[in-house]
């Protein structure tokens, strides 16, 4: 009895690591350029975000504020934005799901002047991980700026592309 009982626990352990591990697919990684570069965006990051918000009409999820990113905690930016270094940031927030097993995730970044956006770009998308949730991943994964305001959006497609057409309004 008991190796049956060892048997069926080891099959449902399997399972549910099969299950987690599921959302194998590439997922699309984009930097945008940016049209309006050298405009810069008038607001707080928190301001700029309710704007996004307001503007995005796919977001059907209970969000929390937008938190700031204690930039002298180098894990914390590691892990909501994928930087290995904050010299160049001046400030962050970060919105997410407030629960939920969606994947979603905006970030706002205010480079600081004189620093390489284009640079901070390419970090942040290459540095930030998709699959940081249980169970989920982002389908795609954006970052795009305004001036020295960096968005990195990652979500499913049809989120990820709103809230960037929210973003350039």
Do not use: H, Q
Request: hydrophobic content about 50%; aromatic content about 6%.
């Amino acid at each position: 009895m008991k190796k049956i009982i060892c048997i069926l626990l080891a099959l449902a352990m399997t399972f549910a690591f099969a299950a987690c591990t599921g959302n194998s697919g590439d997922v699309e990684t984009t930097t945008e350029a940016a049209d309006n570069a050298a405009v810069e965006l008038e607001g707080t990051l928190e301001e700029i975000t309710a704007n996004i918000y307001a503007n995005a009409t796919t977001i059907e999820m209970m969000l929390m504020d937008p938190m700031e990113i204690d930039l002298a905690d180098v894990d914390a930016a590691a892990s909501f934005i994928g930087v290995s270094s904050t010299d160049s940031i001046e400030r962050a927030v970060f919105s997410e799901p407030m629960i939920g097993s969606i994947a979603y995730s905006m970030c706002l970044v205010k480079a600081k002047d004189g620093a390489d956006v284009e640079a901070l770009k390419n970090e942040i998308l290459e540095g930030v991980n998709y699959r940081k949730w249980i169970c989920v991943a982002a389908e795609k994964v954006l970052v795009t700026n305004c001036g020295n305001t960096i968005m990195m959006i990652m979500a499913a497609e049809t989120i990820v592309d709103d809230v960037y057409n929210a973003f350039n309004i």
